[in-house]
């Protein structure tokens, strides 16, 4: 059930507190300011399939480059048959030697990153953001309190909280709903993947008991030319 519940160190009804002092609890997890949502979601690298599998399909992908220009130089000396075996065997050796440095450094990630990955995310009726959050050697609680769920605008001073939320952040991809062109869902999986006209893919994640929710709002906004997968 959706409740109203008031920052701390808010003035009660009358006083002079700004409007941004106060907020609503959607879930135990999604909190709305205004038509702004925020949620924080740890995603276990270890146990996590949706990063890997798209960086297994991006490595394929980035493999046929060479092996695609080999076959066009071959055909265009006037042998299409030994293009298409050259293409063959560079794809073959290409997508061997990145898939093999990808077996091994995804494991060295992971171990380096301490196995979380933290994510916050902003969405609006415009878009939504993803911020990787800092997962090693600071506490979910902390991490919760600093990004501005628990105390950060108990201030009444957003522009602080956002500034303390940009120092902590490391990179943020942000996803504008007009340009989103395919929608993929993976119900099981508790993820939403957003692709734009310009082949960038966000992963939204969400708590099982949050996911409908954000699923909902998700496919509210985007465009309905959108084509929607469910997987």
Known sequence: MTKTAREPGSKPEGGTAPSDSSRETVSENVIRHGNEYRWLHDVSLWRDT?????????ILLAALIPALLLLVIETLEGSFLRGLQAFGQVYLIVASIMLG????????YVLVSGGRYSILFEMDDKGIDHIEMPSRGVKRTDLLARVGFLAGLASGNPSASGASLLALSRKRMHTPFN???????????????????NMTRNLIYAQPADFKLIKDLLLERCPRKATVIYR
């Open 50 to 58: 949706v990063i890997p599998l798209m960086l297994f399909r991006l």
């Open 101 to 108: 440095l990808f077996i091994i450094a995804y494991p060295l």
């Open 179 to 197: 340009r989103v062109r395919k929608v993929v869902v993976y119900e099981r999986k508790g993820v939403v993947k957003l692709i734009a006209r």
